[in-house]
């Protein structure tokens, strides 16, 4: 089992940043792919990006390339998500996940069904 504690949200005005953190507690967890989606009002759940467990790889989706950064410390059991340049069209529930189907895989799901264990999210607004 995974524990998943997302934090670091908040309002922010469009163009500015902010950074997420994702504390991961439980068995293996350093040894899982981890990834951020979110969501928004009305909307279903989104892949942001995600990042292998070593943590050699990483994907984005399209609409936040060049702007948001997924990094992880396994020695701290955290994972970020540095998100700069920030819209409107931003504002959402952020989710961590873990992908618990394999340990130490190079394969980065971007379906919420690829995920294993979430967070409760943080919600982050971005003001016009």
């Known amino acids: 089992q995974v524990q998943l504690v997302e934090s670091g949200g908040g309002l922010v005005q469009a163009g500015g940043s902010l950074r997420l953190s994702c504390a991961a507690s439980?068995?293996?967890?350093?040894?899982?792919?981890m990834g951020w989606f979110r969501q928004a009002p009305g909307r279903e759940r989104e892949f942001v990006t995600g990042?292998?467990?070593?943590?050699?790889?990483?994907n984005y989706a399209d609409s936040v390339k060049g702007r948001f950064t997924i990094s992880r410390d396994n020695a701290k059991n955290t994972v970020y998500l540095q998100m700069n340049s920030l819209k409107p069209e931003d504002t959402a529930v952020y989710y961590c996940?873990?992908?618990?189907?394999?340990?130490?895989?190079?394969?980065?799901?971007?379906?919420?069904?690829?995920?294993?264990?979430w967070g409760q999210g943080t919600q982050v607004t971005v003001s016009s």
């Open positions: 996940a873990a992908d618990g189907s394999e340990m130490y895989s190079l394969r980065i799901p971007t379906t919420v069904s690829g995920y294993d264990y």
């Open positions: 990042i292998s467990w070593n943590p050699s790889r990483t």
């Open positions: 439980g068995r293996t967890r350093r040894s899982y792919t």
